[in-house]
């Protein structure tokens, strides 16, 4: 029977080279404990033993892929790329940075992952605290630290300075998140949670609204406004800017740009024929829900 070939499963991927879990005997069910690769295909010219590697201050020695991160930072001889692989640039989709209260260990790191797959209710007091300077900000360095070789070292260092000078007392720390590129990162990846924060924070409203045709099919959806996108970032929802935002809005969800109507199956002839019908919802359930 032909055999077929399947790709090995990726340990973890850091500064955009992927490291691959190789196999004993070529299977693919029985991975090796230590041994790992670039090379998609595993060839052995580029497979390395994680052992050979130091084990980073912060860092258990079961961690291995805070130990390779670190190592591929380092350039450790024992590392072997292929011609198609090299390091990319360490550029922050979501900048951030921890520092000890007395400045003398600080630290910048990458938070899209904290934002990626943390929960919606952290990071929703992460976005209510200002992004910096409170719990929830410190609560983003304290999750990257399993994730991130560097931030591990960051806390083993901050204890450091702790022992070294004799202090009973805990060394304080503070992080903050860049909120602009945060809150780019959210609109793409994580929508809701986008206008979620938009919402309370004031900066947009959400609205109910339906649109009704002259062939009495009607359809409704939920949508928002964004403030800063009406006339001098109106806030006044009783104002003319703002209902010829909200409707603008609620015909957009409705139909897309092809003023098309899913749900029926029939084409709208004329963009300003149906009668658009929209009220705001109520902000304190929305709160009431992520608190």
């Known amino acids: 029977?032909?055999?077929?070939?399947?790709?090995?499963?990726?340990?973890?991927?850091?500064?955009?080279?992927?490291?691959?879990?190789t196999y004993r005997d070529g299977t693919t069910d029985m991975p090796s404990e230590y041994w790992?690769?670039?090379d998609v295909c595993e060839d052995r010219e580029y497979q390395f033993d994680v052992r050979d590697f130091p084990v980073p201050a912060g860092a258990e020695a079961s961690r291995h892929d805070l130990i390779i991160q670190a190592a591929l930072d380092a350039g450790c001889a024992g590392i072997t790329f292929p011609d198609d692989v090299e390091l990319e640039l360490p550029l922050f989709d979501v900048p951030a940075e921890a520092h000890t209260d007395c400045q003398r260990v600080t630290v910048e790191?990458?938070?899209?992952?904290?934002?990626?797959?943390?929960?919606?209710g952290e990071i929703?007091?992460?976005?209510?605290?200002?992004?910096?300077?409170d719990y929830p900000a410190d609560a983003v360095a304290e999750w990257m630290a399993a994730h991130d070789y560097r931030i591990?070292?960051?806390?083993?260092l901050k204890d450091a300075h702790a022992r070294h000078d004799r202090s009973s007392d805990p060394?304080?720390?503070?992080?903050?998140?860049?909120?602009?590129?945060?809150?780019?990162?959210?609109?793409?990846?994580?929508?809701?949670?986008?206008?979620?924060?938009?919402v309370l924070t004031g900066e947009a409203v959400e609205l109910e609204g339906t649109v009704v045709d002259p062939l009495s099919a009607s359809k409704t959806v939920t949508t928002f406004v964004d403030l800063s996108q009406t006339a001098g970032g109106e806030v006044d929802t009783a104002s003319a800017d703002f209902a010829e935002a909200a409707e603008a809005a609620v015909?957009?969800?409705?139909?897309?740009?092809?003023l098309q109507d899913?749900?029926?199956?029939?084409?709208?002839?004329?963009?300003?024929?149906?009668?658009?019908?929209?009220?705001?919802k109520d902000v304190e359930k929305k709160e009431a829900a992520h608190a």
């Not at 029977?1 to 879990?21: N, Q």
């Not at 591990?152 to 083993?156: G, I, L, R, S």
Request: net charge negative; with cysteine.
């Open 1 to 21: 029977m032909p055999m077929t070939w399947v790709e090995p499963e990726a340990l973890m991927t850091w500064r955009g080279v992927t490291v691959y879990h």
């Open 36 to 38: 790992y690769t670039l």
């Open 109 to 120: 790191f990458d938070a899209a992952k904290y934002l990626k797959e943390a929960e919606a």
């Open 124 to 133: 929703l007091k992460l976005a209510e605290c200002g992004w910096r300077g």
């Open 152 to 156: 591990a070292q960051f806390f083993a």
């Open 171 to 198: 060394v304080g720390f503070e992080c903050s998140v860049d909120e602009a590129a945060a809150m780019v990162y959210l609109q793409q990846h994580r929508p809701d949670l986008y206008w979620a924060i938009k």
């Open 251 to 258: 015909r957009e969800a409705a139909f897309g740009n092809t």
């Open 262 to 280: 899913f749900d029926h199956g029939w084409e709208i002839l004329a963009a300003g024929d149906q009668d658009v019908r929209w009220s705001i």
